[in-house]
């Protein structure tokens, strides 16, 4: 018969002990995961013997690695892509990560594309340690702040290795915003619609002259 003794630490040794943070432990708590006792004193203390129940799945966070993510708008820009795939291979490697790359070819207005897909699955998995991006608006025209949340919900860093514009950010602007107008045209005149086939071409003329 084994018998486990039931040991009572304080938040930070047991934050030592299961090799997680303070914050991981507070974070459990309020999602009801773990149970915690209070000193009269208010201060927390964590049962052991309970929380190595814990441990398969702690041990799933250490193998957690960093992801570089890539993208461009169209396959026209397949070089830039390339580009930014050198970048991040060696930016990682020279900081002696250990990395996975995922790219991506598609508008930064759209939340649907595959690979960013497979971030947000691998970020909501507790799978990712940091995330790496060459330029914010790489993830997304509008809305990367969302990633970045998703990021400190789940522990995971952002390395964003120029803070700057993308050199290509003003063509992909003027496509993206050809993308938003070509959308409502044709909810207001019908996608086959004469007048908004015409209202298209202009856009596009527009867009070519940026």
């Not at 991040?88 to 897909?117: H, M, P, Q």
Request: some cysteine; overall charge positive; hydrophobic content about 40%.
């Amino acid at each position: 018969m084994c018998i486990i003794e039931t040991m009572k630490v304080s938040i930070s040794e047991a934050a030592k002990e299961l090799g997680v943070t303070q914050e991981t432990l507070r974070r459990w708590e309020t999602a009801g995961k773990i149970e915690v006792e209070r000193t009269p004193g208010g201060h927390r203390r964590y049962d052991l013997s309970k929380l190595y129940g814990l441990v398969p799945r702690l041990e799933r966070q250490s193998s957690r690695v960093t992801l570089a993510y890539a993208r461009v708008s169209s396959y026209d820009q397949k070089d830039d892509l390339a580009r930014q795939v050198a970048l991040l291979e060696t930016f990682c490697a020279a900081n002696g990560w250990s990395f996975d790359l995922v790219k991506d070819i598609g508008s930064g207005l759209n939340y649907r594309k595959r690979g960013l897909k497979k971030l947000i699955k691998r970020l909501c998995a507790g799978d990712i340690e940091r995330l790496v991006i060459t330029h914010k608006d790489r993830l997304l025209r509008f809305g990367s702040e969302l990633i970045f949340s998703l990021c400190e919900q789940f522990g995971a860093e952002v390395v964003i290795i120029n803070a700057s514009e993308s050199t290509i950010f003003e063509e992909e602007l003027a496509q993206d915003v050809l993308e938003i107008i070509t959308v409502f045209s044709a909810r207001l005149y019908g996608s086959r619609s004469h007048k908004n086939k015409k209202l298209v071409e202009k856009l596009k003329e527009a867009a070519d002259d940026l």
